[in-house]
């Protein structure tokens, strides 16, 4: 079946723009993650949502969203982008209520200039 | 709060050396603990978990035993093959926090024929 879909896979921005990452989870998964990856930070957990709510959210300022729609794909959104927000961004699905499984897309590389 | 702590790399084998990583962490309770491996170019992979002390888990030939008197979950294999250079995670995750996973830096492992 078809794995985790995300869309643009590579994208350049400017300081102060604001950026739209789409993740396409695998059909039958309804929650859907999403981690930030820098050589600096790591992994870094950004967001979790199921059934179109945000069950949890990590330490990252206000400025990174997300939602997610009926059919469980997810968007994440970050505004005002700065330089630091240079990172690769993974979303991941899984099924529900089991712990740390997750099947992970191939991530979006942000460049912010 | 959680935190996983894991060798620095790179990680230089020959082939059909032996391997370890060692992974230790910090926690209350009894978190699920997981290893991710990420080939160039591709998302992380779920590689072997355990949720429970002294628990083994095992895929592809690697290992990793669930540790609690140590807090630690070394991930083993016998005899690498060029084809394991991968970065390799280690990660806990938490009852009702399903996809929410603290990650290691990461390990990068290069093994030459």
């Known amino acids: 079946k078809a794995g985790v879909t995300q869309t643009p896979r590579y994208l350049i921005k400017t300081r102060g723009q604001q950026v739209t990452l789409s993740c396409s989870p695998i059909?039958?998964?309804?929650?859907v993650s999403w981690y930030q990856q820098t050589p600096g930070q790591g992994l870094q957990f950004l967001f979790e949502y199921f059934s179109e709510t945000q069950r949890n959210k990590g330490n990252f300022p206000g400025r990174f969203s997300g939602r997610q729609f009926s059919n469980s794909r997810s968007e994440m959104n970050v505004s005002t982008l700065e330089l630091g927000d240079s990172a690769l961004y993974l979303c991941?699905?899984?099924?529900?209520?089991?712990?740390?499984?997750?099947?992970f897309g191939e991530g979006s590389r942000l460049t912010v200039l | 709060g959680d935190s996983v702590t894991q060798m620095e790399g790179p990680v230089t084998l020959s082939e059909e050396a032996f391997l370890t990583i060692n992974c230790t962490y910090t926690?209350?309770?009894?978190?699920?603990l997981f290893w991710y491996v990420q080939y160039p170019g591709e998302g992380l992979q779920l590689l072997l978990k355990?949720?429970?002390?002294?628990d083994k888990g095992s895929n592809k030939g690697f290992e990793a035993t669930y540790r609690k008197e140590t807090t630690s979950f070394h991930l083993e294999k016998g005899s690498v093959q060029v084809s394991d250079s991968a970065v390799y995670f280690c990660?806990?995750?938490?009852?009702?926090?399903?996809?929410?996973?603290?990650f290691g830096k990461g390990t990068m492992l290069l093994v030459s024929p």
């Open positions: 355990a949720t429970k002390a002294d």
């Open positions: 926690a209350t309770g009894y978190p699920s």
């Open positions: 991941a699905s899984s099924f529900d209520r089991v712990i740390g499984e997750l099947f």
């Open positions: 059909s039958g998964h309804r929650s």
């Open positions: 990660a806990l995750g938490r009852p009702q926090r399903y996809s929410t996973l603290t």
